[in-house]
């Protein structure tokens, strides 16, 4: 199940921060702008204790509070910025944080979580015997009307077709826009954030970016070229 502690990790499955707050690990990455490169994963940025502040959020798989289960510390969460910003509001181009794993090992490296039935209006979190997991071999900027799919621990993995490209989204309740962002005509619920987006190709997957919000039958994501650049231009997805 995608709300299993599952070792090694996968994109695509259930992490929690230590306040309890639940979310779906987006993809494992390298961090290539320190020496030695630094093995994580990441996620959203609402995912952690305090949103664009690196806080040193520890995160676990998938039940919090316990050492058994922890996973990693969130290294990277650039601020928000106002330059290009409408007034009144603050900005960025992805949710999205950086995460350390504890080990090197607990990583899966580049494989999401292939979901038992992939469907557009929530599907099963069960994880499919035959095909457990979808090697991420490329990354990929979908066009409008392009097919896509997402897996996370609340619908499992849905499907829809692109219909918004580069965007500028505000965050419901809040005073934060999200610069150039991408619209699935898709479903997911609370739990979802974080969840990767892509386009299946046979049995593997071209990354498209990290889901961060929805509603009325639609979600909203970071593309993953936008979020690599915002995350320090040096954070690459891994590869099988």
Known sequence: MLTDSIRPVLAGVQIQNTGGVICTLGVNAVRFDVMPPVRGFVTNSHCTAT?????????????????????????????????????????????????????????????????????????TLEIDPALPRLPVTGITNPSLNTFVEKVGRTTGCTTGFQIKTCIDTNVANSSITML??????????????????????????????ILWGGSSGSYVYSQWFVTSAELGGLVFPEMP
Do not use: K, W
């Open 51 to 123: 949103r664009s502040v690196v806080d040193g959020t520890v995160f676990s798989q998938s039940t919090s509070g316990t050492t058994t289960n922890r996973i990693g510390v969130e290294t990277v969460d650039p601020p928000f910025f106002t330059a290009g910003c409408p007034s009144g509001r603050v900005c960025r181009y992805s949710d999205a944080v950086f995460v350390a794993y504890d080990s090197e090992t607990l990583s899966a490296r580049g494989q999401i979580a292939n979901a038992r039935f992939c469907v557009p209006f929530g599907g």
């Open 180 to 209: 150039c962002q991408n619209q699935v005509a898709g479903v997911s619920a609370p739990g979802d954030s974080g969840s990767p987006v892509y386009r299946r190709d046979g049995t593997t997957a071209l990354l498209a970016g």
